[in-house]
């Protein structure tokens, strides 16, 4: 075993820390896959915490993702105070918040990502295999306990579904922070659009934008050898291109979502409203689908990755695995099973409440008709809501895509808006379906969820009128009297007129791919429907003033 010993510096907690670097972690194929282990510099076994993933375990966030640790330091100082963030590495664990306190944390680089060998092929089945096979490794060590736990963000949350489904044995539990196990609806293509403007932003600046500089040397972070553009390209897997090649939620995408009921061990599920058109809607479904008996959820607002590293989440996050991975009776069982944070308006959080299950059990649901002519809504406002839009509409060609928004505004006029993951001025929420993908699966379906197929292409007959169910994603909002809800449906992505810059309301999760989207079949004359035998309306979950 190839390794480099570091030492550190500690932070909270009795044990120093040390790090064995690019230590050597076997796969069932031959391949080796490369990690860096932070540990207790301590005789004994301690638990583990893995991340794997492709974005360099040797990259500080400082290089990888300037705008998040600018975010860090000038707004959340209490981060930097608890830490020297020396090793901090972006949506995974600080290891000197964790090792002090006696965990081990191991970050492996996925195959063909950073110092690992092999071909990348990232979301794959064969990187889910790998997944397992470091957890194994990693639950054999001298240093280890026998219990591993994953921890981490958006990448590093979504593969902790699919790992958990193939039941490594030594997996103890997970806690996915903000990570979508829904492949296709919830990550790659909202309500059957392609998420081009992400997937593509997502693919060449985090997954092929390389080499940085190790954290540690200072030299690259893919090691000394280098490729040629052209080895680098035939070495990869095009993650745009075959998303692309699959607009139906085929096998494809099948072997690429976790089957729910393999997951049965303990889980702590975070999801944040900031999570718009990624992450968002899953992360919650997912938590609802597990057959976990000891899962939890929280729903939470501000910023995904500063809300992650903060102190008092930390504790959070330790008090979970410090039950269920070092078997300490610490009291955690008390949590309440989903706790919740209600927006207000000035982007402000009103109160969080708590309850037993997803939807909370006294919500109440409300229908607030169309009127075509009028172009208005009901009136009552709602206190939190986890939205479904039910449409007629039709259109001048055999397809269309519909793009739902959700708006709010003072009596002044002035519209709340709230910090999202990838635009500052988010609206309170947003929807899409693609008409020929309205086919529902009846037995998963609810009044308050449609739950597309997305099995078929069901086109439209133009001109024809069509019943729709679309799901807007969940929000949460506390109106004061005066205040109103506006609906906006397009057929574009909603953009705010006169916005400067790249972000103008829908970030850069836009849906504008002209292969998925070829203009003689999604520029034609699109119409809502209302009035009796067509009524449309938006279905509002609201919950008694508290």
């Known amino acids: 075993m190839e390794t480099s010993q570091q030492p550190a510096k500690q932070t909270t907690g009795p044990y120093p820390m040390v790090l064995d670097k690019d230590v050597e972690v076997p796969m069932r194929d031959g ?68 090792v002090p306190d006696g965990y081990v944390v191991v970050r492996v680089d996925s195959r063909g990502a950073g110092k690992s060998g092999g071909k990348l092929d990232v979301n794959s089945p064969a990187e889910f295999r790998d997944f397992y096979d470091a957890i194994e490794w990693a639950g054999a060590q001298p240093w280890s306990n026998g219990s591993v736990g994953l921890l981490g963000i958006s990448y590093f949350a979504a593969g902790q579904w699919n790992v958990a489904s193939l039941r490594p044995p030594h997996l103890a539990a997970i806690l996915p922070w903000q990570g979508t196990p829904d492949y296709y609806d919830g990550r790659t293509r909202q309500g059957g659009i392609f998420s081009s403007g992400f997937t593509n932003r997502w693919w060449n600046r985090s997954v092929l934008r390389c080499p940085f500089a190790d954290i540690v040397t200072g030299e690259r972070n893919t090691g000394p050898a280098s490729f040629t553009p052209a080895e680098l390209q035939a070495n990869r897997v095009d993650y745009y291109a075959a998303i692309l090649a ?14 729910y009921e393999n997951i049965e061990i303990p889980a702590l599920v975070v999801a944040n409203w900031g999570g718009l058109g990624l992450h968002l809607r899953g992360t919650i479904e997912g938590y609802s689908h597990i057959a976990s008996r000891e899962k939890w959820l929280k729903v ?23 039950r269920y991975l070092k078997g300490l009776d610490n009291g955690w069982e008390k949590e309440p099973k989903v706790e919740v944070a209600i927006r207000a308006p000035g982007d402000t959080v009103k109160r969080s409440i708590t309850g037993t299950r997803w939807p909370l059990s006294d919500t109440q649901w409300m229908r607030l008709y169309l009127d075509a002519e009028s172009r208005s809504l009901g009136a009552a406002a709602p206190k939190r809501a986890a939205i479904k839009a039910h449409l007629w509409v039709s259109s001048t060609t055999d397809d269309m895509d519909i793009f739902a928004t959700l708006r709010a505004f003072d009596p002044q006029g002035n519209e709340l808006t709230f910090f999202s993951a990838t635009e500052p001025k988010a609206p309170v929420s947003q929807g899409w379906l693609r008409v020929s993908h309205r086919k529902l699966d009846p037995e998963r379906s609810t009044e308050y969820l449609p739950w597309h197929t997305h099995d078929e292409a069901q086109m ?21 009297a005066g205040y109103r809800l506006e609906l906006v449906l397009q057929g574009k992505d909603f953009e705010r007129a006169g916005e400067p810059g790249l972000q103008k309301g829908s970030g850069f999760f836009l849906h504008d791919d002209p292969v998925d989207r070829p203009p003689a079949r999604f520029a034609g004359t699109n119409t809502i429907h209302t009035g009796e035998g067509r009524e449309s309306y938006l279905l509002l979950p609201v919950l008694p003033a508290q």
């Open 460 to 480: 439209l007959k133009p001109g024809e009128a069509y019943p729709v169910d679309l799901c807007i994603w969940p929000a949460s909002l506390a109106l004061p």
């Open 246 to 259: 699959h607009p139906l939620n085929d096998a494809w995408y099948h072997e690429r979502s976790p089957r």
């Open 300 to 322: 939470q607002s501000g910023s995904y990755f500063a809300t992650f590293l903060a102190p008092e989440n930390v504790a959070l996050q330790k008090g979970f695995f410090d």
């Open 31 to 98: 391949a080796v896959l490369r990690a860096n282990v932070f540990r207790p510099e301590a005789k004994g076994k301690f638990p583990v915490l893995m991340t794997l993933g492709p974005y360099g375990k040797d990259v500080h966030i400082q290089q990888f993702m300037p705008e998040a640790w600018e975010y860090l330091v000038k707004r959340q100082p209490a981060v930097l105070q608890a830490s020297s963030c020396k090793y901090l590495a972006f949506e995974t664990p600080d290891p000197e918040c964790w």
